[in-house]
Structures are given as structure tokens and as C-alpha cells.
């Protein structure tokens, strides 16, 4: 009842419709949800994104939750969690994807880190927001302190594959968190060309992990 009135004074509303939210219904209208563009990666372990770090061997999964389609409902969701403050659902994503990832076998969970001034500036992780949110519901800990982001890079938005990859060298530094024949699951919130999350899983096999599954809420076609 108390949070039907804070409703009713404060109403929510769908991030993607933006109409009213009723009790029970966070950041989408239920409508919207069901409208979501999931992968079904967890269906398919050969699939799209996986391809793009088969080379890897101690890499055995890769998948992602959404598709990502320039101005679609997924790009909007991804805004909201980075650019404005939506801290909260980069949690309830992760809540949403967990199920998709409870086949899997790993003991830590490690989020893709920020720069420490980046993070500093929008307040929060978003990659670790989802972490805890698939942590919560898989009773699987989230490890954030073994990978630090040590250089700062711009934005990867506008470079190409060749580019991004190149800008991402040298990034990640481990840290003395021993990680020997631990399975982890890598979280980030998006993967375009897979710079980012490669060069972090290098960070992670020089640490000597038994095997990665990386997870991500959103991906291209």
C-alpha cells in the first residue's frame, strides 16, 4: 500500500513508452518487456558473440541478453543505466538475465571495471550494478577488486574494430587476488568488437582462472 501512494504522488513511468507503471512493473511496462529483442544466446552456445573470442580457448561461453539496435528500446535502457543515474537498473537488468546464465558453472563474478575518475564521475559501475543484480539472484559473489582499469581511454563509440582493440592495450592491470583454477563470468553492460572484454580476459588467463564466461546485457546483430 505504502508503495502505491509513493506511486500515485511520484508516478513511474516505462522507459521505452513512457507510460505509467503499475505496482510490480520496474522501469518497463510489461508490454515493453515482453517486446524486449533477446538474443536466446543461452540456446545457442555457438552463437554470434561467442564467435568473436573462440580463439580463446579458456573462454568456453559468451552471450548476451538483448539485441542492440540504434535507437530501439535496448539503446534506451543502456542511456538510462549510464547517463542518467539509473543506477538501479543495471541491478533489475541482471535480476532479468540471471536465469539465462543459471546453466552455467563459475565461483566469482567480475564486472568490467571503470577508470577510477570515470567512475568517479557518474557515481557508480554500471557493469558492477549488474553484476550484483545476476549475484543476488545466483548466490554467486562478485569479485571487484582482482582487474583495475589503470588508463583512462576516451569513448570506443566512434572507432573502428582495429582501433578499438588498439586502444584497449595495456588498459587492465590484475591485482594479488589469487584467481588459480577459479571459473569466473566476465559482466559488462555492451560488446560491439569485443576490445574491451578480450583485453581483460588476457588480464585474467595471465592470473592463471580455469576458464571465462562472459555475460553482457546488449550486442549487435
Not at 159 to 185: A, G, H
Request: with cysteine; aromatic share 8%.
Amino acid at each position: 500500500m505504502i508503495k502505491d501512494f509513493i506511486s500515485l504522488i511520484f508516478p513511474q513511468n516505462c522507459i521505452n513508452c513512457s507510460q505509467s507503471l503499475i505496482s510490480e512493473e520496474n522501469f518497463l511496462c510489461t508490454t515493453c518487456k515482453l517486446d524486449l529483442p533477446y538474443t536466446q544466446d543461452n540456446l545457442h552456445s555457438e552463437n554470434h558473440l561467442f564467435q568473436k573470442f573462440a580463439f580463446e580457448k579458456k573462454i568456453q561461453s559468451a552471450q548476451a541478453f538483448l539485441y542492440f539496435n540504434k535507437g530501439g528500446i535496448t539503446q534506451k535502457l543502456l542511456h538510462q543505466l549510464k547517463y542518467k543515474c539509473k543506477k538501479e537498473l543495471g541491478d533489475k537488468l541482471g535480476e532479468w538475465f540471471a536465469p539465462e546464465l543459471s546453466h552455467l558453472s563459475f565461483d566469482i563474478i567480475i564486472p568490467v571495471p571503470l577508470h577510477k575518475s570515470k567512475q568517479k564521475r557518474r557515481g557508480y559501475n554500471q557493469s558492477e550494478s549488474i553484476a550484483i543484480g545476476i549475484s543476488r539472484e545466483l548466490e554467486i559473489p562478485v569479485e571487484n577488486s582482482c582487474i583495475e582499469r589503470r588508463v583512462f581511454t576516451q569513448t570506443q563509440t566512434r572507432k573502428s574494430k582495429v582501433q578499438r582493440w588498439s586502444n584497449m592495450e595495456n588498459v587492465y592491470e590484475s591485482s594479488k587476488v589469487d584467481l588459480s583454477d577459479l571459473s569466473v563470468l566476465v559482466v559488462d553492460d555492451v560488446i560491439t568488437t569485443g576490445a574491451t572484454v578480450g583485453m581483460l580476459c588476457d588480464r585474467l588467463i595471465e592470473a592463471n582462472v580455469h576458464n571465462i564466461h562472459i555475460a553482457t546485457i546488449a550486442r549487435g546483430k
